[in-house]
């Protein structure tokens, strides 16, 4: 076998052979006991494709329909799943907290699967959603016209893509009210300032890694979803993009990234407010969902979901 590495950091290497290890992180599984306000299960969304996701509905609710919200993980497109332990303790509290029924989505990942395999896994969960709301008893509650998608670092990123495939499809059979991206993942081959400065040398390097081993062959960070200024937007479909709520995190290599695209959305003429985490880096709500700033965060959520 030839054991060539070709792309390398501490959550994944690549070999020549088109092999591919990932570190293995803390796993939770799903339950349909009730634990903390909430109660979760996996589902699959597409056997074929291995698309699969894991439902959290809060456990005290009234007759009211509840709002969904469709998260999509991070780790540069490479590595991520909604089993992870961070991620699975985050959700499960903000759908205990916002009330809302959370879908958080596992699609294929790269450089098995490159983009733009991500967006079409991620925009197939909505699709499922719908055909699965008379189906699924765990949806009866789901309000398919108060859809919100989040996701943190390249989830971010996703959740752009994914509302722009749904203003441009006729027949989307949900409608999106609003964006939630965390920490979101965006590039250019133009480096921004703090890329440019000194001691970030490693933090380039392994997020040009990350890009290299997701992007298409043949195309560099130039790329239509990594560079805003790249997306082919008319504006008529800016003029119906849902309204954006964009966290960054103070001490985040990727916030300047964060501002850069609230600021591009603005210019469309989008309504898009921005919120700075002091003092914490990127998505630390996956590293330490139990503590203040993340409780913080879902209390920004939350109040943005429930004021649309």
Not at 132 to 153: H, I, P, T, Y
Request: glycine share 6%; aromatic share 10%; with cysteine.
């Amino acid at each position: 076998m030839d054991t060539n590495v070709i792309g390398a950091s501490e959550f994944i290497k690549v070999f020549s052979d088109g092999s591919v290890e990932r570190f293995i992180p803390i796993t939770a599984p799903a339950s349909v006991d009730m634990y903390n306000g909430y109660k979760c299960k996996d589902v699959t969304i597409d056997p074929l494709k291995s698309i699969t996701a894991r439902i959290f509905i809060p456990t005290t609710t009234d007759d009211a329909m509840l709002p969904i919200i469709v998260y999509f993980h991070g780790g540069g497109f490479c590595i991520g799943s909604t089993t992870w332990l961070g991620y699975h303790h985050f959700l499960g509290d903000l759908s205990a907290r916002s009330k809302s029924i959370v879908l958080s989505v596992d699609y294929r990942l790269a450089p098995e699967n490159k983009l733009p395999i991500a967006y079409q896994d991620c925009y197939t969960s909505l699709i499922w959603l719908s055909q699965q709301k008379q189906l699924e008893s765990w949806l009866q509650k789901a309000d398919l016209s108060r859809v919100f998608l989040s996701g943190d670092s390249a989830g971010g990123n996703i959740a752009h893509q994914v509302a722009v495939t749904a203003i441009r499809d006729k027949e989307c059979p949900v409608i999106i009210k609003g964006l939630l991206p965390i920490h979101p993942y965006f590039g250019s081959e133009k480096r921004t300032e703090l890329e440019m400065k000194e001691g970030s040398e490693d933090e380039v390097k392994s997020n040009d890694m990350f890009w290299k081993l997701s992007i298409p062959e043949g195309v560099n960070r130039d790329y239509y979803s990594c560079n805003l200024e790249k997306m082919e937007v008319s504006i008529s479909e800016w003029s119906r993009f849902p309204n954006v709520l964009i966290f960054v995190a103070e001490l985040d290599f990727l916030k300047e990234r964060g501002v850069i695209y609230a600021e591009f959305l603005k210019k469309k003429g989008v309504n898009v407010n921005l919120i700075e985490t002091k003092d914490e880096k990127h998505v630390f709500h996956v590293f330490r969902p139990d503590l203040e700033p993340a409780r913080l965060l879902q209390k920004q959520m939350n109040e943005f979901i429930h004021s649309i």
